[in-house]
């Protein structure tokens, strides 16, 4: 198995495979593959966890359901493209070593990649969209690819040494990495310093991943060019009058 990350402000991931070679990720994730490729969708695949395994995934933000991607006969190739702007990280997991990543980081991953919960906390409601915070745990011996948005910053804090982060700029860690959810100290940080309310403290020892660009800040910045309800209706009727014009002078002309 050879993978390739091509691009680099919206990169896809292509990978190689060998004959009966296979790599698995959550539904719709696909961009293309070529003709020796198998598809097999279920609700888990190796050491997956069966119905339990999935629903446990569909709660840290994942799908339910998993697709394997197989070369059958001959080698061939699948490829997976990055959902927003940012980089397609590797990471090469041993024998009982973990990761816990945003919920939405797992591209894909080997055969014996295994997805489930690792982090849930409720933030209130209003709060990251009203769904809390939520880290995937990343387990089994295998190779995985994550998709982190933006820019990615790297830290290897010491045992004792921590770092307050903004939740959304957290990517990826060691999950040997102490994780807490804090509250920004003082009444007027939390109302008006635009910060938000809570931040995410990590202590090491470990590796953490930071990514720049999260996903509430990539639509706050599109959301002045997004066309209200009242704008959608006004042009769908706009739409409409044309195709009724064009449809009424063809008929018109037909019957004259």
Same mark, same amino acid.
């Given at each position: 198995?050879?993978?390739?990350?091509?691009?680099? /402000?919206?990169?896809?991931?292509?990978?190689?495979?060998?004959?009966?070679?296979?790599?698995?990720?959550?539904?719709?994730?696909?961009?293309?593959?070529?003709?020796?490729?198998?598809?097999?969708?279920?609700?888990?695949?190796?050491?997956?966890?069966?119905?339990?395994?999935?629903?446990?995934?569909?709660?840290?933000?994942?799908?339910?359901?998993?697709?394997?991607? /197989?070369?059958?006969?001959t080698a061939g190739t699948v490829a997976f493209a990055a959902k927003i702007p940012g980089h397609i990280v590797p990471v090469t997991l041993a024998p009982g070593q973990e990761y816990m990543i945003h919920r939405h980081g797992f591209l894909c %991953?080997?055969?014996?990649s295994v997805l489930t919960v690792g982090f849930q906390q409720s933030l209130g409601a209003g709060v990251f969209g009203g769904d809390g915070f939520i880290l995937q745990r990343l387990s089994g011996a295998s190779q995985a690819w994550i998709e982190?948005?933006?820019?990615?910053?790297?830290?290897?804090?010491?045992?004792?040494?921590?770092?307050?982060?903004?939740? %959304?700029?957290?990517?990826?860690?060691?999950?040997?990495?102490?994780?807490?959810? /804090?509250?920004?100290?003082?009444?007027?940080?939390?109302?008006?310093?635009?910060?938000?309310?809570?931040?995410?403290?990590?202590?090491?020892?470990?590796?953490?991943?930071?990514?720049?660009?999260?996903?509430?800040?990539?639509?706050?910045?599109?959301?002045?060019?997004?066309?209200?309800?009242?704008?959608?209706?006004?042009?769908?009727?706009?739409?409409?009058?044309?195709?009724?014009?064009?449809? %009424?002078?063809?008929?018109?002309?037909?019957?004259?």
């Amino acid at each position: 198995m050879q993978h390739e990350v091509i691009g680099s /402000t919206m990169p896809v991931l292509e990978i190689h495979l060998d004959p009966n070679e296979s790599v698995i990720a959550v539904s719709g994730e696909l961009s293309w593959m070529s003709a020796s490729i198998n598809m097999h969708t279920a609700t888990s695949h190796g050491g997956g966890g069966g119905l339990f395994g999935a629903l446990k995934r569909a709660v840290s933000g994942g799908s339910l359901f998993m697709t394997e991607y /197989t070369a059958q006969g001959t080698a061939g190739t699948v490829a997976f493209a990055a959902k927003i702007p940012g980089h397609i990280v590797p990471v090469t997991l041993a024998p009982g070593q973990e990761y816990m990543i945003h919920r939405h980081g797992f591209l894909c %991953g080997t055969s014996d990649s295994v997805l489930t919960v690792g982090f849930q906390q409720s933030l209130g409601a209003g709060v990251f969209g009203g769904d809390g915070f939520i880290l995937q745990r990343l387990s089994g011996a295998s190779q995985a690819w994550i998709e982190l948005g933006g820019e990615v910053v790297t830290y290897d804090l010491a045992a004792g040494e921590s770092l307050r982060v903004h939740p %959304g700029h957290v990517g990826m860690f060691e999950s040997q990495v102490s994780f807490e959810i /804090t509250r920004i100290k003082g009444i007027r940080n939390m109302l008006f310093g635009g910060d938000g309310i809570f931040l995410a403290q990590l202590t090491g020892p470990g590796r953490i991943w930071l990514q720049t660009l999260t996903l509430s800040n990539l639509a706050h910045a599109l959301s002045p060019y997004l066309p209200t309800g009242g704008e959608r209706t006004a042009g769908a009727a706009g739409t409409g009058a044309v195709v009724g014009s064009v449809l %009424g002078s063809l008929l018109g002309g037909d019957n004259s």
